[in-house]
């Protein structure tokens, strides 16, 4: 038996679609018992990008700003943004902009708003809940998968280990504040 979604709400209406459906099957390729955060690759406009966690817990799609520059972009396509964000232990961290790029994954491309932040991050880029919402998906954690609704069939979004900005496995690190 497995866990499934079978109402896709659409701006006000709301349409059946095929379930989203975690079944074991989807175990075979997770070592368990694991705690491993949801991480995957995606194109994110010229690059693909690995080490992106998906964060149904963020409120923001986050860039920081070692990939924004190790992907060639300028900061001078940041837009001003006056909005703080909070950290875990509630410290407040200033993004420097917000740049808006296209990313494609599961037969479906959508230009998302990124705040750019300059923190250090064992990830390059944090998929929050509005990319989620946005490609109809569903996360699970446990099965280490996403999955998206497109023309009403299934696209599976899986884990991917490669990395395509590294940074030392293990290291911790902590956004610089700005006052």
């Known amino acids: ?7 896709l709400m659409s701006g006000e209406s709301s349409t059946s679609a095929a379930p989203i459906v975690f079944t074991q099957q989807d175990l075979t390729t997770v070592r368990l018992p694991h705690d491993d955060p949801l991480v995957i690759k995606l194109q ?4 693909l990008v690995g080490r992106v966690l998906v964060d149904g817990g963020s409120s923001v799609d986050i860039l920081f700003l070692s990939t924004f520059e190790n ?10 943004t006056c909005q703080p964000l909070f ?13 808006t790029l296209n990313v494609c994954t599961a037969e479906r491309c959508l230009d998302v708003d990124f705040v750019v932040i300059d923190c250090q991050s064992s990830f390059n ?7 989620i919402h946005a490609m109809h998906g569903v996360a699970s954690t446990l099965h280490q998968v996403l999955r998206c609704l497109y023309d009403k069939h ?8 490669e990395v395509f900005f590294n940074r030392p496995e293990g290291s911790r690190h902590e956004c610089k504040r700005r006052d």
Do not use: E, Y
């Open 1 to 7: 038996m497995g866990h499934f979604i079978n109402q």
């Open 44 to 47: 994110i406009g010229s690059a």
């Open 71 to 80: 992907m060639g972009l300028d900061r001078s396509v940041l837009r001003p």
């Open 87 to 99: 950290a875990f232990d509630s410290t407040m961290v200033c993004p420097l902009g917000v740049v």
């Open 125 to 131: 880029v944090i998929m929050g809940r509005g990319w």
């Open 154 to 161: 299934q696209r599976r979004l899986g884990l991917h280990k």
